[in-house]
């Protein structure tokens, strides 16, 4: 079965000397391939999810490895059926990942040694002694992360320099991490060497890349990714939730954002929760006069097309108004 387009994933820090002026001609470049997402760039690099037709994301790879310094750029990338992206937005950052330290961090030079996912996964599986770090947010690892993996409590990337600071991690024992796609621990692995921990390493190519090659082995849940999707599955053969509806309390892996437009709160919620609360993440909410109607067949669409995208029995199923 053929998808028509493509979702990829990618990052590449290498210099640029005139990110304004790459902003616009890159934006002029992905409104002409018809492809939407993000992209943001900086005198650092570029770190961009994009999605479109299979031949235009081939055409888009093709210009930007093109680019002096950027001929070795990775895609992490999956077919789809639809656009899981309702626009297009490219904008100048400071940092293309931003971990908001006073010091300039370069992957390049100084970050932690790069595990392929079949040199991660021995790893997980020698016995070895080591600390795993899950580089992500608390509501990213919530929904899903690797066996014994630590999973600090922040909200956003820039505050892990501080869970560091607290955390108590012996500097001499060896530190495993990992994110989404591997760009967190480029930046993070070299904040960590810089503090005097001597044993940093990092899953190359991130989760995305580790269940592409290595099946999601010893991954519980799924992965969370930022746009329609939401989540995604990794390991075949372990996709329970490892998560519950923070309205029902049974086992769930679904997001929605709060319909009371004062809150707005991305939180765990089954169906029937949603159901349950008009779409609200609490009583206050749900009565509140700003609350967005709440229709479950329309908020839930998007998550059933994309959740059981990899079971084929779902796939030979007949067409609902949700495809």
């Given amino acids: 079965m053929s998808h028509p387009f ?11 000397a005139d990110p304004q002026a790459w902003v616009d001609e890159h934006r002029e470049l992905c409104r002409r ?133 607290e955390a108590g991690i012996d500097k001499d024992k060896k530190v495993l991490m990992y994110c989404t796609g591997g760009i967190r621990c480029e930046k993070f692995s070299v904040l960590m060497k810089r503090k005097g921990y001597r044993d940093v390493n990092q899953l190359h190519g991130g989760i995305l890349n580790y269940a592409r090659e290595e099946g999601g082995r010893h991954f519980r849940g799924k992965c969370f990714v930022f746009d329609d999707r939401l989540v995604v599955p990794v390991n075949p053969e372990d996709e329970e939730p490892v998560s519950h509806c923070e309205i029902t309390g049974q086992p769930c892996d679904m997001y929605i954002n709060c319909a009371n437009m004062e809150c707005n709160r991305l939180f765990i919620c089954s169906e029937e929760g949603a159901r349950q609360m008009e779409g609200c993440c609490s009583e206050a909410c749900r009565k509140n006069p700003r609350k967005r109607p709440f229709d479950p067949e329309k908020a839930y669409a998007p998550f059933r097309r994309w959740y059981h995208y990899f079971d084929p029995s779902f796939k030979k199923r007949p067409k609902t108004a949700d495809d």
Wanted: aromatic fraction near 12%; include cysteine.
């Fill in 6 to 16: 493509r979702v990829i994933l990618y990052y590449n820090f290498s210099p640029v």
């Fill in 33 to 165: 391939l018809r492809l939407k997402g993000r992209v943001y760039i900086s005198e650092e690099g570029i770190n961009g999810t994009l999605a479109g037709a299979q031949e235009r994301i081939e055409e888009y790879k093709e210009a930007l490895r093109s680019r002096d310094g950027f001929g070795d750029t990775e895609f992490k990338e999956d077919p789809c059926d639809t656009v899981p992206f309702a626009r297009l937005s490219v904008k100048y950052r400071p940092e293309i990942v931003a971990l908001r330290v006073d010091e300039h961090l370069d992957p390049n030079t100084d970050g932690g040694t790069r595990l392929r996912p079949a040199e991660w996964r021995r790893m997980m599986e020698s016995g070895e002694d080591y600390v795993m770090i899950d580089v992500r947010n608390n509501y990213e690892s919530r929904i899903g992360h690797f066996e014994g993996a630590l999973r600090p409590d922040v909200d956003n990337f820039f505050d892990f320099p501080e869970w560091l600071d």
